[in-house]
Nanobody
Framework: QVQLVESGGGLVQAGDSLRLSCAAS????????MNWYRQGPGKERELVAS???????NYADSVKGRFTISRDNAKNTIYLQMNSLKPENTAVYYC??????????WGKGTLVTVSS
């Protein structure tokens, strides 16, 4: 089992920056990739950014150049640095982990609200 706890959400203005954190605990050695998803009001959950155990990254087109996913292996923590935030980035951001047998784990989410 893997437990994920997100933090760092809040209310910011358009153009501001915010950094989200996701701390993993439990069977972290089995994690093959970690991801950030988000679900905006009235929208489906979507993948925002991914980072593998080898630190390869991938981003949704809508956030490329503004968001950066990174990891601190010593702390079993991933981060999502979000710059130049827009009102449409308002969402609950969820941390997700996948292990080597394709099991998935989810955090409870952290709310990011971007005002115009």
């Amino acid at each position: 089992q893997v437990q994920l706890v997100e933090s760092g959400g809040g209310l910011v203005q358009a153009g501001d920056s915010l950094r989200l954190s996701c701390a993993a605990s439990g069977d972290t050695e089995c994690i093959s990739a970690m991801n950030w998803y988000r679900q905006g009001p009235g929208k489906e959950r979507e993948l925002v950014a991914s980072i593998t155990s080898g630190s390869s990254t991938n981003y949704a087109d809508s956030v490329k150049g503004r968001f950066t996913i990174s990891r601190d292996n010593a702390k079993n923590t991933i981060y999502l640095q979000m710059n130049s935030l827009k009102p449409e980035n308002t969402a609950v951001y969820y941390c997700n982990a996948k292990n080597y047998v394709a099991m998935e784990y989810w955090g409870k989410g952290t709310l990011v609200t971007v005002s115009s």
